[in-house]
């Protein structure tokens, strides 16, 4: 089991702790990322978790999400998990903006994360490692906004929150991935 980050709101620093006991009862607060990859077609790639997860299997979510390792930057965490999850290299990433919240799945354990949004561009074909994803898809940015509108308990909940954030304030970084 790997261990996670343990960070204040101001993130810094406090220790580390494994996963599955950061994941427990209202979780403790843990360095995370969130990855956005766009294509040349300008659509997102989205991955439903694999049904083997502990907190929200089966959900779709943003293209990938993980935690960082205590030596690790959050662009070489971010490379390297595009790599184990989807198979692919991305290029032209941008870190947008951190946020800190707090998800309870069931009684089965919550998120609570510092957590990094990144963006980037890959055209490349996927190799989707299943204990992780067990589907994706591309779409559109405006059409992902209507589907979370019109079935909102299909998306994990900070790729819900992600989703408005980037669609309302940080379309001008997405586009300049493109010039």
Known sequence: MEDLVLVDSQNRVLGTAPKNIC??????????FSIFVFNSSRELLLQKRAAEKRLWPAYWSNSCCSHPRLSETMLSASTRRLHEELGIRAYRFSELYQFEYQASYQDLGSENELCSVLICRSDDALAINPAEVCATRWVKLPALEAEIENQADQFTPWFKLE?????????QQIQQMYS
Do not use: Y
């Open 23 to 32: 994941h427990d009862g209202a979780g403790i607060l843990h360095r995370a």
């Open 163 to 171: 989703v408005k954030e980037l669609a309302s304030s940080h379309i």
